[in-house]
């Protein structure tokens, strides 16, 4: 309902009531018109003279300009006005500017405009935006109309009628009006339609078109990066290559700042000026566009059929590989997929599978096809499936052809960058893989660990699995002892990247756990690798050294001597026992730097003191009835393995090593035990013999005592006269002491045969 109310002042009044977002048809607009500036004035605007057009249409802008506000009069009111016949049609260009300067003027006066206006406005200016007389006006008028109304309304609606209109000036310019609110509004138009105007305005036969495409093409790749240059790769080679040299130029360009659209619709008081510029200011800077969301992606699971998974392991290989190729075609025919909410485990499953054929050609068919859903998937999809995937791809960096190691690389590369790196370390799967003692394997895979812990800052092992450390710490610590001078080299180098992010304490506390002579052989490495994390961008690790606690700041640059000081300072055990010791290593391999420091020389043979009474005075075994317990359940539930062999393998050993360790075994006897000399084994023999005659040892021997049995076969099977003559010495004194024959009748009566 339309009321009209005389003011005093010289201007009208207009109140319009449940018409605001509705549309004001013509025929009920025209009474308000005359009302507000006169019916005289009104019609002059529809004469055929264009001379009387003009001066009606200079006299209308006046009169707007002289109201006491655009809110006196509705806004749609004065759009309507100059849409009467001729409209936006006018034949004379000077009238026609004047129509949509006025046009212009009223969108600027007022603070926003509604949809249903955007709706009127779009078409008819659309109409004009290539004329070449009012064609500048035209596009300025729909920029302020998008931002008056919603760029969400307005750009899309442009989109749409871009290719509808049939003159390609039209289409040309309605491009680059696209391109240049893409830059002032950001990419907030739906990239799947905005994609296809792309693709269809570059097949267009109009030279200007083209270019206006390629033009918009390239202002979106500055938001969407290469997820576009994937999107576009099926085009023709000529525009693949005009799109390639156009995406180049943006090389380290970001995406352009959005300075339309970002203002609140709260309005505002002079007051709160300084508020309202701080908030759009806010608002620029968090706005951030996820590419990952504006991707269009295929759910595939209905593609990939039980054939295709059944073919994959039938025992042909031309059947596996028809079932891979067949995963292939979807997968490149779809591009970009769906994460199916856990639907694609079994087909990434089936395909990990194949990587470990022995037909290579299929293996790496598999591979890259690993690589290929890697980078189809979207990020947050991809984290939850590569648990499933990676096991088979480290494995593969094993294979002795360099080319399945090669593709194996850039497949977990590929996985890499579509997920957190903490995800793809797992100690587990780690763990599992590094059993497998193959130096092709453990060369590559810490080639591989060392670009991925190189972009990680420095004391990052919070935010990585807590185990982490002491699961690849020993492998570590092994290749450095390997025979193969790839895999020893490789060691060398990701040191320094594991110092730094996982810090130096926990490194070291694990390598002081060594063997004697392999800690003779690893802690030199590790000091030279300290040296060189020292080295490495003093400002950065002083800033880190900053924000951690103060133990923590033996890694910065400061003098040995004052870090030594130091690290005594917390209260904890475990701090000063992780620190001392590699000083103490330092004090006895590096006799140069000890005798340049006499500080450095006094402190750090304090610390190896401390290092040379701890163990002694812990107790060679432990009394842990607890370990024994779960060793007798292990054993009946069959998880340890059977001694009845003719020569004991690998596993066994690696198995014996561990539960010597789970029953509290020292380190330095450990260490003896499981050494490759055997001058250490005969050692580790005088010692037991010595704990077995004290009364703590008593306990301890019969609770341990078939772990002691199992080590002493395993030594029996070694050919030098001097070991086997103690083994029977210490086997016949165990036989003979107090309480052995109620053990033997339990867990160790198995071990007698072989004895």
Request: proline share 6%; net charge neutral.
């Amino acid at each position: 309902m339309v009321v009209v109310r005389w003011s005093s002042r010289t201007s009208v009044s207009i109140q319009l009531r449940d018409c605001a977002t509705k549309c004001l048809y013509l025929i009920l607009a025209l009474p308000v018109h005359c009302s507000v500036f006169g019916e005289e004035l009104i019609n002059k605007l529809s004469v055929p003279e264009w001379k009387e057009r003009f001066a009606g249409m200079t006299e209308l802008v006046e009169k707007t300009k002289a109201l006491g506000s655009i809110t006196d009069c509705p806004l749609q009111v004065l759009c309507r006005i100059v849409l009467r016949k001729p409209g936006l049609k006018d034949t004379n260009f000077q009238v026609l500017r004047l129509r949509v300067e006025h046009i212009q003027y009223a969108l600027e006066a007022s603070k926003s405009a509604s949809s249903t206006l955007a709706e009127l406005l779009v078409p008819e200016l659309l109409e004009k935006i290539g004329d070449a007389k009012v064609g500048d006006v035209v596009r300025s008028t729909l920029t302020i109309l998008a931002e008056r109304s919603s760029y969400e309304m307005v750009g899309p609606q442009i989109l749409q009628s871009v290719f509808q209109a049939k003159n390609p000036k039209t289409q040309a310019d309605s491009l680059l009006w696209l391109n240049q609110s893409v830059q002032e509004f950001g990419l907030k138009l739906r990239p799947q339609d905005l994609i296809t105007t792309i693709r269809t305005g570059l097949n267009a036969t109009n030279p200007a078109v083209r270019q206006a495409s390629l033009t918009l093409a390239s202002t979106v790749h500055l938001f969407m990066g290469d997820a576009l240059r994937n999107l576009f790769a099926d085009e023709k080679p000529a525009v693949v290559a005009l799109l390639s040299a156009e995406f180049d130029k943006n090389a380290g360009q970001k995406a352009p700042v959005p300075t339309r659209g970002v203002r609140t619709t709260k309005p505002s008081t002079a007051a709160e000026d300084g508020e309202e510029d701080e908030t759009e200011a806010a608002v620029t800077e968090v706005q951030e566009i996820d590419t990952e969301a504006l991707l269009p992606r295929v759910d595939i699971r209905d593609q990939i059929t039980p054939d295709m998974l059944t073919l994959l392991s039938s025992k042909a290989w031309k059947e596996r590989q028809e079932g891979l190729t067949g995963i292939q075609n979807v997968l490149s025919a779809a591009k970009h997929i769906e994460g199916g909410n856990g639907g694609l485990q079994e087909p990434l499953t089936a395909v990990a599978k194949v990587c470990g054929d022995v037909n290579k050609n299929l293996c790496k068919i598999a591979l890259q096809l690993l690589t290929d859903f890697a980078k189809a998937l979207p990020k947050a999809d991809a984290a939850k499936y590569v648990r499933f995937v990676e096991p088979p791809m480290l494995l593969c960096l094993g294979d002795s052809k360099p080319q399945i190691r090669e593709a194996a690389n850039s497949a977990l590369t590929a996985w890499q960058s579509r997920v957190p790196f903490a995800t793809m370390i797992e100690p587990e799967v780690i763990g599992d893989a590094l059993k497998v003692e193959n130096a092709f394997l453990r060369t590559e895979f810490l080639r591989w660990l060392s670009g991925g812990f190189s972009e990680l800052p420095a004391n990052h092992q919070r935010r990585l699995p807590s185990d982490l450390t002491p699961t690849l710490m020993p492998y570590v610590f092994a290749t450095l002892e390997d025979r193969n001078p790839d895999a020893r080299k490789q060691a060398q180098a990701i040191l320094p990247q594991l110092i730094r992010v996982l810090g130096w304490e926990g490194v070291a506390k694990l390598a002081n756990k060594l063997k004697a002579t392999s800690k003779d052989a690893v802690m030199p490495h590790l000091e030279k690798a300290r040296e060189a994390v020292a080295a490495m961008a003093p400002p950065p690790t002083t800033q880190t050294s900053r924000k951690e606690t103060a133990p923590k700041a033996i890694r910065g640059g400061a003098p040995k001597a004052a870090e030594v000081a130091e690290t005594p300072t917390p209260s904890e055990d475990t701090e000063e026992t992780s620190s001392n010791p590699p000083n103490a290593s330092t004090g006895g391999t590096a006799g140069g730097k000890k005798k340049a420091d006499g500080k450095k020389g006094a402190s750090t043979a304090t610390s190896k003191k401390s290092v040379v009474e701890e163990p002694a005075a812990a107790p060679l075994l432990q009394a842990n009835k607890n370990a024994k317990t779960t060793r007798l359940n292990d054993e009946k539930k069959r998880k340890l393995l059977k001694w009845d062999f003719d020569a004991p393998t690998r596993d066994h050993v690696q198995q014996l090593n561990q539960l010597f360790l789970n029953a509290g075994t020292s380190p330095d006897l450990h260490a003896l035990l499981f050494h490759s000399d055997f001058k250490q084994h005969v050692k580790a023999l005088d010692q037991l013999t010595r704990f077995f005659d004290t009364p703590e040892g008593e306990e301890a021997t019969l609770v341990n005592l078939d772990l002691i049995l199992r080590w002493i076969v395993l030594r029996f099977f070694e050919t030098n006269p001097v070991v086997v003559g103690r083994l029977s010495d210490v086997y016949c004194s165990l036989s003979h002491s107090p309480g052995s024959s109620a053990a033997a009748d339990g867990d160790v009566v198995d071990l007698i045969p072989l004895l």
